[in-house]
């Protein structure tokens, strides 16, 4: 293999031969060289040489350099920082050159970056259902098993225009009047509070039983007899209590008109886990 000995020469010398002397005059420390099988001369250079690829990293020893350089340190009367300072420079530059020439590069394909962007979608998707089980499992361990339920909002039916025409002040008024008497004011209470003799239960049976007969009723006839404010408060309960189980519904013909109260069909029912618990319905049992 071609040596080169006499590189150091060739930087060393002018054109005619004559040989230029350090700045620091003959007091100054001689420059480093290194001495190798296939290279002899300046760090400089070799390092210039193998960037160039006129000579090959594998083929230096990085070992024998930095035992040169130590020893020639050691020789040194004064240890000069910029000198060491260089030499950590360039050795630096010439081991990342050498790790990249002993380590093979894998040239990524395209199908391996997509895998490779896959996996980290994977591992993106990972980190939220693991945080995810953490919070349920927080809560599960606070006993925090129920969850509140938000139903969807109600549609509005469409605005239309009622016919006016056959309606007259007598009959609002008469209207008015029915609505007005059903608000008695209620009796004086005795000394001592009795137990109501009806409960939502009873209310609820009662307006079942309406729709079994009729069924269909107005919500008017279901306060027939109901002559305090207590029980018209628990008549509209009970049938409150039915609409959210999903036994009756609602629904008015006209605008401001009356109530009507029919079963609600068992097709139209939604699934039994969106229905109230029996812990719920327990709650009005007496």
Known sequence: ?????????????????????????PA??????IHLPVYEGPLDVLLRLIEERQLEITEVSLAMVTDQFIAYMAGMPRRDPRTIAHFLSVAARLIVIKSRALLPQ??????????????VSQLQAYQLYKHAARMLRAREQQQLRAY??????????????LPLDNVTLEALASAMQRVVNRWLPPPVADE??????FTVNDCMDRILSAVNTHRRVAFTDMLEGV???????VTLL????????YVVRCYQETLFGEIIIEHFPEEERPPADERPTAREEA????
Do not use: C, Y
Not at 150 to 159: A, E, F, G, L, T
Not at 227 to 233: K, M
Not at 283 to 286: L, V
């Open 28 to 33: 100054s420390p001689p420059p480093f060289s």
């Open 238 to 245: 009970a049938l409150l209590e039915l609409l959210k189980r």
């Open 106 to 119: 894998v040239a990524v394909a395209l199908e391996a970056q997509e895998e490779t962007d896959d996996l």
């Open 227 to 233: 002559h305090t404010r207590v029980e018209i408060v």
């Open 192 to 197: 001592v509070i009795a137990r109501l003799p």
């Open 283 to 286: 709650a009005f049992d007496g």
């Open 148 to 161: 509140p339920v938000h139903p969807p909002p109600i549609p509005r039916p469409p605005s239309k225009k």
């Open 1 to 25: 293999m071609e040596n080169w000995a006499m590189t150091e020469m060739q930087h060393t010398r002018l054109s005619g031969g004559e040989v230029v002397q350090g700045a620091a005059g």
